[in-house]
């Protein structure tokens, strides 16, 4: 996707509304996972439920318990040694009302591999793109998932050779000095992010 004036207003504007104590809590999340303690693993899976909104999403403890259980056993890749979003895409389908959980997946795997962008519905807008409909086969679905992904990371590593945008990741990552172990991609998710949460994109 080609950057647009109004797109580089808006993530422009963004930057100045991702507070420092925004990031700590992805820094701190990312100290507990690499700790690996049951008490790191406790604090972790709180914080992460907390920032990421899994109450809100009522979900049901059966998935809870297997969602994490997927995050902390790191097995996000496949024996061809690629991201494995289908495999737990389907596993966690068993789950909460048979659901393809795109979103919650997509933070499960960044975790693991910053270089890996965030779904939600604040992407979705910042593309101008609509997820095929639940009514359509899961096959269909995952492919366009995984897909749209490998776009927005595209994407995302393209536009930091834009200099206006290179200007914003800079300001960010000199918040912190922990920060420049962000992937770049990680640090465009917050930005697309507070783009859609600040409604700062024009049509």
């Not at 700790?35 to 899994?54: D, M, N, Q, V």
Request: with cysteine; charged share 30%.
């Amino acid at each position: 996707m080609k950057l647009e004036q109004r797109h580089i207003d808006a993530l422009t504007a963004a930057e100045t509304w991702i507070f420092e104590s925004d990031l700590c809590p992805h820094i701190e999340l990312q100290k507990m996972l690499a700790e690996a303690s049951p008490h790191s693993r406790e604090r972790f899976e709180y914080l992460f439920t907390k920032i990421f909104g899994l109450k809100q999403a009522r979900l049901t403890d059966s998935f809870t318990k297997k969602y994490f259980e997927i995050l902390f056993s790191k097995k996000i890749y496949g024996v061809n040694g690629q991201l494995d979003y289908r495999s737990i895409l389907t596993t966690l389908y068993r789950f909460k009302g048979r659901s393809l959980h795109f979103s919650f997946v997509s933070k499960l795997v960044s975790i693991h591999d910053g270089s890996r962008p965030i779904y939600d519905k604040h992407v979705l807008a910042f593309f101008k793109v609509k997820a095929p409909a639940a009514a359509k086969e899961n096959k269909v679905r995952i492919d366009w998932y995984t897909n749209f992904l490998d776009l927005v990371q595209r994407s995302y590593i393209e536009w930091q050779k834009d200099e206006r945008i290179a200007v914003l990741i800079s300001k960010i990552r000199v918040r912190d000095s922990r920060l420049k172990e962000f992937d770049t991609v990680r640090l465009m998710d917050f930005l697309v992010w507070t783009v859609g949460n600040r409604k700062l994109l024009t049509q």
